[in-house]
């Protein structure tokens, strides 16, 4: 059996849990390529115009595997910590891909709570069981990939530059290079480093997070917030560097959160969609680098 | 204390019958008009949904009235409506008005205990015995269903009645009347009486109106600024107009989500489309499609206000419902920006399509 | 005897007359800007060779319809979604896809057994409409008429980003910095046009054919060559493209007539009137309506915009 992999949303994040559970179980696993023009005018053209571009990309990259492989994994993550979402646009997920692609293979549907080790055995019986029968292969394949997803790290921890960001954003704004246009090697050849979330740690993300009026519920908004400003506030960076889609809610808040508490510390947003053109991208973060140089010197 | 409130419909009646009987001073801001939405949409973040910069604009309007209190709702997610009392306070602070926030979390999201405290910042204000604040808010709960019911019934009566406007008319009328009553008894009284008002105005059961289902965010489908008065238009057009989800709904829903047993006909009406939660009123919006078309309406209008997240998902699953259903469904998306030329047009051009395929006849017009 | 239909649109106002055949007996295009009373009037005035009895009824369509109503007596006030699909079907039964393009919006019309099964409609961006084609014409010192002309001459067009029409704008400068030749920038504006229009107004509708392209663009070449390239099909322009909102107003007054209504038309004297409008901001309640009156001879004759209906209603008591 071919299991589609959509190379898209939290696949940067938890691609190595799916990937092992499912070639343990004997499938043959087919990834979409890395986002690109053919790939974004499936977007543009198979989703709902309201929606985000991270979203669009991934009906495109559902598009593309549609007729190369059996089922496509279309991972509908609920939660990945207790009382926390992802976004309203995850949870229905499914909906929204069967509802905009026609002809598609099965897709999985059923809900991931990943927020505790026995819901998420529940997918992978569930996910699991139209695969084999045997439910020991199951829980083997399901140990295996939990193994493997421990020991990945995603995320960017640039050494050896006088100056540093942090980037912040969704992971798969962070990491799909063809969304953020790039961003990581542009500041890099401009001579400025970059931290990802990734690399704060939990108390300090919870020891920020905790000061505010209300425990944000989104678990975008808890990371992101609580990271960057650990980060400016105790001047780890010179600087942030947000890069954020259109219509995306949380954003919404969460650069508004960001902004009212860092004061005045240098804040680049870079707002993409899949029309943003690449000359006023790069004008923008080479004049922000520039900002920062300046600084620095005086 | 002088408490204020954010506008949500017909809320307001009840709210003012609550404090009225708390003997709680209140300032009720200004209904929801362009100057509310001018000053939200000024301090508010641009991509921010509509109704946040409505309620900006409401707190505003009330702050200066005299109001040192803002009164609000909240929610535990996964929709922006949860977040909003965080950067609102932020945004009231940065302005320089120094007000208290009470914000009615969900009693299972911040604690029973926080939730009486914050319950107890209300009643602590109050002069009135227990038995009396109790009697309070039953009777604000008594206003919201009356009021609700009453345009209820006027939404189906105006598309019958033999005098054109008649029901409109009383609908408005009520509000009026009972917005200028300061006695909670009175209040509930005078309500009484219009709808016995409304129930007798005479119809023609032989017309064969336009039954439109309004579905979609919760707020921008009951808040009538938000939405340009849709409901008032076709009212004034002679259709029928089907909406469950208004701020009674709200407030049993609530109550009924505690044991899960919130909207059992919604939600079992959604499952083949959208089995889940998913934050909002997304899964409601799917469902209410389905009964719409169950109890007999030509065709459903949703409406949300721009970037809305769980009805961008609900938005991609209609045209499958209208197609299964043999419904025409139209989506209507509001936002700051929105023209009511554009609007309208739709809206009249929606009508004409349900009209014609009513009766079937290519070129007839109402 | 005949019928007229007036489309007051944002950029242009049209006016016909039509006979029992349907047949466009006379018709006068004018620019709007901004002043759709006047250019009613102006219209009218080339018609007053027509005596008022001629008319046996009048119809008034596009986003001026309601002004244009009260200034001229309408029996039927249409919104142009309807007008422009009763004209289409008038002409041709078998037209299932509408695409319209006007001076400042765009729209798609589905069409089965002759009735609207859908239609969309853009309200927000002004990239693709009319107006936006005039300022690129304009800017490339390219006459508009020309424009299509110049498209189809082109063998490799550019990839424009389309969606808005600053993004869209500023990308056409970007390449013609870079060097591409006029023909090709303006052949890829319209693919990218057409693209736009079938990725966000079309989308998830499917285009059927027969396909009528209407409105003020379909006088562009480029643009239907290039919605005949994206769909794979011929698309047709129907003989009065512009025109076709008033001639739907115009069947649909005459639909009135046959009805056995009488008319509540005032003449084409009336270009010799005046007209006022004048906004009342209404202290009546909190929502604070602002009221628009319109004054004939300084007299009113209609109000809108009031919520409530206290200004509305006294013109239909007087």
């Not at chain 2, 910042?121 to 009135?128: D, E, G, T």
């Not at chain 2, 469950?244 to 049993?252: D, F, M, Q, Y």
């Not at chain 3, 229009?197 to 509708?205: E, I, Q, R, S, V």
């Not at chain 3, 919605?227 to 639909?255: D, Q, R």
Request: glycine letters at 8%.
């Amino acid at each position: 059996m071919k299991v589609g992999i959509p190379r898209a949303l939290l696949y940067y994040k938890y691609n190595p849990f799916f990937e092992t559970f499912y070639s343990e179980l004997g499938c043959e696993i087919i990834e979409s390529p890395e986002t690109n023009k053919v790939i974004l005018d499936y977007a543009s053209k198979y989703c709902v115009d309201e929606a985000c571009l991270p979203i669009k990309i991934f009906h495109g990259h559902v598009y593309y595997l549609k007729d190369k492989c059996d089922m496509i994994l279309v991972p509908r993550i609920m939660r990945v910590n207790d009382k926390e979402y992802i976004c309203p646009k995850f949870c229905g997920l499914p909906e929204m891909i069967e509802n905009s692609i026609y002809d598609l293979p099965p897709i999985t549907k059923t809900p991931i709570y990943a927020n505790n080790k026995e819901k998420l055995l529940r997918w992978a019986n569930r996910e699991g069981g139209n695969i084999t029968k045997n439910k020991i292969k199951i829980k083997r394949a399901f140990d295996n990939a939990l193994r493997e997803q421990e020991k990945y790290t995603c995320g960017v921890n640039d050494e050896g530059y006088k100056t540093k960001v942090v980037l912040a954003g969704h992971p798969y704004s962070v990491n799909d290079s063809f969304l953020n246009m790039n961003v990581i090697k542009k500041l890099n050849n401009l001579g400025i480093g970059v931290i990802t979330e990734e690399f704060v740690s939990k108390d300090d993300i919870n020891y920020e997070v905790d000061k505010l009026f209300k425990r944000p519920f989104w678990t975008f908004t808890k990371d992101t917030y609580g990271s960057t400003v650990y980060l400016a506030d105790n001047r780890k960076v010179d600087g942030i560097v947000y890069v954020s889609s259109f219509g995306c809610g949380i954003d919404s808040v969460l650069i508004e959160l960001i902004k009212n508490n860092v004061g005045d510390f240098p804040f680049l947003i870079l707002k993409v969609d899949e029309h943003t053109g690449e000359v006023g991208f790069n004008t923008r973060i080479e004049a922000f680098s520039d900002m920062l140089l300046r600084r620095k010197l005086s | 204390m002088k408490v204020t409130f954010p506008h949500f419909g017909n809320t307001f009646f009840a709210a003012k019958a609550a404090f009225d009987g708390l003997g709680i001073d209140y300032a009720v801001p200004p209904l929801c008009n362009k100057e509310a939405l001018e000053i939200g949409s000024y301090y508010s973040p641009e991509e921010m949904c509509l109704p946040f910069k409505i309620m900006i604009g409401n707190y505003i309007q009330g702050i200066k009235e005299g109001a040192d209190t803002v009164l609000t709702t909240g929610s535990c997610g996964p929709c922006r409506f949860g977040e909003y009392c965080e950067l609102q306070m932020d945004i009231l602070k940065k302005l320089g008005y120094d007000v208290d926030f009470i914000v009615f979390d969900a009693p299972k999201a911040i604690g029973k205990e926080e939730f009486l405290r914050r319950v107890s910042l209300i009643s602590n204000a109050s002069s009135k015995s227990n038995n009396e604040q109790i009697e309070a808010a039953l009777n604000g709960l008594k206003v919201i269903n009356l009021i609700d019911d009453i345009e209820k019934i006027a939404h189906i009566k105006c598309g019958y009645e033999i005098n054109k406007g008649e029901s409109k008319k009383i609908l408005n009328s009520c509000k009026r009347e009972i917005y200028s009553i300061n006695n909670p008894e009175e209040v509930v009284k005078r309500l009484h009486e219009y709808k016995r008002k409304i129930k007798s105005v005479p119809i023609d059961l032989n017309k064969k109106p336009i039954t439109v289902g309004i579905v979609g965010e919760i707020y921008t489908i009951a808040e009538p600024f938000s939405n340009l008065y849709i409901e008032d238009k076709l009212m004034d057009y002679g259709v029928c107009i089907k909406r469950k989800l208004s701020p009674s709904w709200w407030v049993k829903n609530t109550i009924m989500s505690a044991i899960n047993m919130q909207s059992l006909d919604i939600r079992l009406a959604s499952r083949k489309y959208l089995p889940l939660y998913i934050g909002g009123h997304g899964r409601e919006c799917v469902g209410e499609t389905v009964l719409s078309k169950r109890e007999g309406c030509d065709g459903v209008i949703q409406i949300f206000p721009l970037g809305c997240m769980p009805e961008i998902v609900s938005k991609s699953i209609l045209p499958t419902v209208s197609k299964d259903l043999n419904m025409p469904v139209m989506t209507l998306i509001v936002d700051e920006m929105t023209g009511e030329t554009g609007y309208m047009t739709r809206i009249e051009a929606f009508l004409d399509l349900l009209e014609r395929r009513k009766s079937n006849n290519v070129l007839s017009w109402s | 005897m005949y019928y007229l239909g007036v489309d007051v649109g944002s950029v242009s106002t049209d006016i016909v007359l039509i006979d029992e055949n349907f047949k466009i007996i006379d018709k006068v295009y004018l620019k709007t800007k901004g002043r759709p009373i006047k250019a009613i009037q102006d219209g009218f005035r080339e018609l007053k060779k027509y005596k008022k009895e001629e008319i046996l009824a009048a119809g008034t369509t596009g986003s001026g319809r309601q002004i244009a109503g009260y200034v001229i007596g309408a029996d039927v006030v249409k919104n142009e979604i309807t007008a422009h699909a009763v004209a289409a079907l008038y002409i041709d039964k078998d037209v299932k896809t509408i695409i319209e393009i006007g001076g400042q919006d765009s729209k798609i019309i589905t069409l089965k057994d002759g009735v609207v099964t859908d239609f969309a409609m853009n309200t927000v961006c002004a990239a693709g409409t009319g107006s936006f084609l005039d300022r690129q014409a304009e800017r490339l010192e390219i006459p508009i008429d020309k424009f299509g002309e110049y498209a189809l001459r082109s063998d490799s067009p550019v990839r424009i980003a389309g969606r808005c029409a600053v993004f869209a704008e500023s990308d056409m400068i970007h390449k013609q910095q870079l060097g591409y030749c006029e023909e090709d920038i303006i052949s890829g504006l319209c693919e990218a046009l057409v693209r736009n229009y079938l990725n966000n107004l079309a989308k998830g509708k499917e285009i059927k054919q027969k396909v009528f392209f209407q409105g003020g663009v379909a006088a562009n070449a480029g643009m239907k060559k290039a919605f005949e390239n994206a769909l794979g099909f011929e698309v047709y322009v129907p003989e009065y493209y512009s025109y076709m909102g008033a001639v739907g107003s115009a069947i649909l007054a005459k639909e009135y007539y046959e009805k056995g209504n009488k008319t509540k038309f005032l003449g084409f004297n009336i270009a010799d009137l005046s007209f006022n409008t004048k906004t009342i901001d209404c202290s009546g309640c909190s929502n604070r309506c602002e009221v628009v009156e319109m004054l004939r001879e300084n007299k009113p004759i209609g109000f809108f915009g009031d919520r409530c209906g206290k200004w509305s209603e006294k013109v239909k008591a007087s």
